[in-house]
């Protein structure tokens, strides 16, 4: 074999080895673009004396979620996205009447916001029993997101499991789809407890 044979060999080597290490370059960045940008949604059920009490969803991914669409079971009944609407029937009969905060398609919910889906202000114990048996037995909501890239998510406090996304689980646990999550064992700095379905029976 000359030795123009060999170097144009390992000329050939070495293109196709910088072509591989380039494609690879290329595609670690964008998975580092799309996890740098990945949002992740939590619902937490807060029920602390004194203060506003209800279900909050909080934002602790690294990008906006944009809300795709909702559902919401009363009951074990389907009545609808978690529009001004089904919030009213849902609050019906609560006085105070509970606060809502609605979600429709498009909704925008940046990195670190957290708001109440539903809140109750000043909660007692002894006078709200109806309020908390809505939020941990009655009430049931699903949100779908999606990140700026298009990665589609799920959060919800329902059991349900409907591949190929994943289900959180319903109160008062939520496990999530990224490793950045922090801890739900762990109480959250505003006293909230995170979802576990392991003391809610159906």
């Known amino acids: 074999m ?13 293109a196709v080895i910088s072509l591989a290490v380039s494609i690879y ?93 539903i809140g109750l202000d000043n909660y007692t114990p002894a006078e709200h029993v109806a309020y908390r048996e809505l939020i941990e037995d009655r009430l049931d909501i699903r949100i779908r997101y999606k990140s700026l890239y298009g990665e589609a998510f799920v959060v919800s406090t329902r059991s349900v499991t409907q591949a190929p996304e994943i289900d959180f689980g319903r109160p008062f646990r939520l496990e999530s789809q990224l490793q950045q999550a922090p801890d739900p064992a762990e109480e959250s700095p505003d006293g909230d407890e995170p979802i576990d379905n392991a003391t809610r029976h159906r």
């Not at 000359?2 to 070495?14: G, L, N, P, R, Y």
């Not at 019906?92 to 109440?116: C, Q």
């Open 2 to 14: 000359s030795a123009d044979t060999v170097t144009a060999i390992c000329a050939t080597v070495i």
């Open 25 to 117: 370059q290329v595609r670690s960045s964008q998975r580092h673009n799309r996890y740098a940008l990945r949002p992740l949604l939590q619902i937490w059920v807060a029920f602390v004396p004194g203060r506003e009490a209800g279900l909050k969803i909080w934002n602790v991914g690294l990008g906006p979620a944009v809300v795709t669409s909702t559902e919401v079971w009363l009951d074990g009944q389907y009545i609808g996205p978690w529009t001004k609407g089904t919030s009213r029937l849902v609050r019906t009969g609560f006085t105070p009447r509970p606060r809502a905060h609605t979600l429709v398609e498009g909704t925008s919910i940046p990195i670190g916001d957290k708001a109440f889906l």
